[in-house]
């Protein structure tokens, strides 16, 4: 769910069946998520305040559990998984 009311208020976000989500961070008007489980995408994004999401492909198979911002870069790490469990972006 998300709020643009400082959470006074709720609204319910489509597109998050099955994964177990567990990480969400915010930075230079990006939102990224990551999930630990489940089919499909496990780290999606969104660039207009969580109304909606699109997946970032190529990390399926990782069990993603948190995700950061700072100084123009994004780190996600990960449990579990076949690769790399700590990956860098500066464009997600």
Do not use: K, Q
Not at 41 to 50: K, L, P
Not at 54 to 66: C, Q
Request: glycine fraction near 14%.
């Amino acid at each position: 769910i998300r709020s643009i009311d400082n959470g006074l208020t709720w609204s319910p976000i489509s597109g998050f069946d099955d994964r177990a989500w567990l990480g969400v961070s915010y930075g230079n008007g990006v939102w990224i998520a990551v999930a630990d489980s489940g089919t499909g995408n496990r780290i999606i994004r969104s660039i207009d305040n969580g109304l909606t999401w699109s997946p970032i492909s190529g990390f399926d198979n990782r069990s993603w559990r948190s995700v950061s911002y700072g100084n123009g870069v994004w780190i996600a790490v990960a449990w579990t998984g076949t690769g790399n469990r700590i990956i860098r972006s500066v464009n997600f």
